[in-house]
């Protein structure tokens, strides 16, 4: 599986985000920006519709990120994700769609469909695949993690969700630590979920523990920031902006 760090940042961002109850709502709009140091490389919205499919009315989700500034200049990246779901069904998704383009020389374009009752998926990369049941594309499966009240997790929990993604099964898990609250930008200070996804230690990450995740500890469960420990320096994703919260917000000037 092909992954930038791109990928990652959008994977972690979007790791708990959806639909129709008690946290969000079908329009809710949240924007990021990525830093790598001290630089502004990139920039990330995850957009949420309700829209008819198929005759079932669903929820569609957008995860989009592209890189801005002198990183754009130097390497353009853009990451389109998204995911057509059921709400009335954990949020098991009916199709999905991966659009990457990285510099002038890759491209990758993959469309998934998902048989939730033969356990299959059909991409139009590799074709016909047999899965294991309730699989989820990278953003369905985000939205269906925020839909869990994460507030009973005990500390060192770990949770898994199986996913197809990048042209593999592949299962994601993240290990819930404790709360704390952090300060963001001028948004202010809010109380967070911290967790930590058990992620391979690769050429990218220094270490098992270098990639951490803080999620809002209010009713919308919104995904506030990613922290990246790299070899080749660090990381951050911020939220910078919110539009149509279900709920208020959690954060206090």
């Known amino acids: 599986m092909k992954t930038t760090l791109l990928t990652i940042l959008i994977m972690t961002s979007a790791l708990f985000s959806t639909a129709q109850n008690a946290a969000f709502g079908p329009k809710e709009k ?59 069904k954990n949020y098991l998704p009916y199709k999905s769609l991966e659009d990457v383009h990285e ?10 469909t998902f048989d939730h009752e033969n356990n299959t998926i059909n991409s139009t990369k590799s074709g016909e695949h047999k899965v294991k049941p309730n699989c989820y594309d990278i953003v369905s499966a ?16 770990v949770v898994s969700v199986n996913t197809w993604f990048g042209n593999e099964e592949w299962p994601l898990q993240v290990k819930y630590i404790d709360t704390e609250t952090i300060k963001i930008g001028k948004l202010g200070k809010i ?21 951490k995740l803080w999620i809002s500890a209010d009713d919308n469960k919104i995904p506030i920031r990613a922290q990246m420990s790299l070899m080749v320096g660090s990381a951050k994703v911020d939220l910078i902006s919110y539009e149509n919260l279900q709920n208020p917000t959690g954060f206090v000037k």
Request: hydrophobic letters at 35%; a positive charge; proline letters at 2%.
């Open 30 to 88: 949240l924007t990021y920006e990525i830093y790598y140091a001290f630089v502004t490389g990139a920039k990330m919205t995850l957009e949420t519709r309700s829209i008819n499919y198929e005759g079932k009315q669903i929820l569609h989700v957008k995860a989009f990120g592209k890189t801005v500034g002198l990183v754009d200049k130097i390497y353009k990246i853009s990451e389109d994700y998204q995911s057509w779901m059921d709400p009335n």
């Open 191 to 211: 109380k967070c979920y911290k967790f930590v996804p058990v992620v391979e230690v690769s050429g990218v990450f220094t270490d098992k523990d270098a990639l």
């Open 103 to 112: 510099g002038a020389s890759y491209n990758r374009k993959i469309t998934v």
């Open 142 to 157: 985000a939205y269906y993690l925020r839909s869990m009240d994460l507030s009973k997790l005990y500390k060192g929990q």
